[in-house]
C-alpha cells in the first residue's frame, strides 16, 4: 500500500505537538486527518476510517484512555498512544484498554514513523502461519483458522488481527514455554524483543476474551519470568480430547470438530 493512500489521525490538543505531526506525517507522504478534542476524535475515527490512530491521553474534554474504550468496541483500527505520561501504570492502561504501542513525548519524528510503520505491518498481516489444522476445539474456545473466528461456549470473540496472531502462535506450540523475546519477535517485530510490557498488556486482553475466569486462566498459563504457554490439559477440555490424527478422519457429517491433544506443563 503506497504511503499516500494511509491516512492517519492524530489526536492532541497541543497546537505545536499538532503541527509536528503533521509536517513528519505530511514528510513521509502519508494524509493526516487532525483532531483536538476527544469526542471529535472518536466521531472521526468512527466515520472515516483511518489506517492508524495517534491517540493522546490528555485531552481537555475527556481522557484519552475513555476515549480508547469506545473505540475497541467498535473498531480494531491499530492506535498508538503518544502521551507525555511516562509512568508504568499509565502505559500498562493504555496497552490493556487496546493501544498497540506506546510513544512518550518528546519524540523525535524518525522514531513517529519507526512506530508506525511497524504497527501497520503486523496489521498487514491477515493470519499467523499456517497452523497444522484448519480449525480447533479446545474445551469451550472454537478457533478456525481459515476464517479467523473464535467463539467462546458459543459465543463470537472478537480479536483484533494482532491478538488472533498472538493466540495462533501459542496455539502452534500448546504445551510449550515460550519466551517473552520469541513471542515479542514473532508477532510484533524484532524491534519489540524486549518490550515485556507490550506483551503482558496483550496476553490481559486475550485472557480476558477466551477465558472463562481471566483470574484463574486454563487456557494461557504464565511461566513466571520465561514467557506463557498455551496448555491443553484435562482441566481445560471440557469432555474428552479427540487425538489429531482421530479427529481429522472423524467425518464432517458427525460434526466432530478437532480437539488439541497435546499435554503440557499445568502450572500457572
Known amino acids: 500500500m503506497a504511503k499516500n493512500s ?11 505537538v499538532m503541527r509536528f505531526l503533521q509536517s513528519n506525517l505530511q514528510l513521509a507522504n502519508y494524509t493526516v486527518q487532525a483532531a483536538s478534542r476527544g469526542i471529535e476524535g472518536l ?11 495517534l491517540l493522546d491521553l490528555g485531552l481537555p474534554d ?9 473505540l475497541r468496541r467498535e473498531s480494531d483500527v491499530p492506535v498508538i498512544i503518544i502521551t507525555a505520561r511516562d ?8 496497552l490493556s484498554q487496546g493501544a498497540d504501542d506506546y510513544l512518550i513525548k518528546p519524540f523525535s519524528g524518525r522514531a513517529l514513523q519507526a512506530r508506525i510503520e511497524a504497527v501497520l ?12 489444522q484448519a480449525y480447533y476445539q479446545i474445551g469451550p474456545l472454537y478457533v478456525d483458522v481459515s476464517d479467523r473466528r473464535v467463539t467462546l461456549d458459543g459465543k ?14 501459542l496455539i502452534r506450540s500448546a504445551g510449550r514455554v ?13 524491534e519489540y524483543r524486549d518490550d515485556v510490557t507490550v506483551l503482558r498488556a496483550a496476553i490481559y486482553r486475550l485472557r480476558h476474551k477466551i477465558e472463562l475466569d481471566p483470574s484463574n486462566p486454563k487456557f494461557v498459563r504464565t511461566e513466571a519470568g520465561v514467557g506463557y504457554s498455551f496448555c ?8 474428552p480430547p479427540l487425538s489429531l490424527t482421530e479427529a481429522y478422519r472423524a467425518p464432517r457429517q458427525a460434526q466432530l470438530v478437532p480437539q488439541l491433544n497435546v499435554f503440557g506443563d499445568s502450572r500457572a
Open 6 to 16: 494511509i491516512r492517519i489521525l492524530a489526536i492532541d490538543d497541543e497546537p505545536h
Open 43 to 53: 466521531r472521526l475515527a468512527l466515520e472515516a476510517s483511518p489506517d492508524l490512530v
Open 62 to 70: 475527556t481522557n484519552g484512555l475513555e476515549v480508547l474504550r469506545q
Open 87 to 94: 509512568d508504568e501504570e499509565s502505559m500498562v492502561a493504555g
Open 121 to 132: 505491518r503486523r496489521y498487514r498481516v491477515t493470519a499467523p502461519a499456517p497452523l497444522e
Open 156 to 169: 463470537p470473540v472478537s480479536l483484533t488481527p494482532l491478538e488472533f496472531a498472538l493466540l495462533g502462535e
Open 178 to 190: 515460550r519466551l517473552h523475546s520469541d513471542l515479542l519477535t514473532t508477532v510484533w517485530g524484532p
Open 232 to 239: 491443553v490439559t484435562d482441566s481445560a477440555l471440557a469432555g
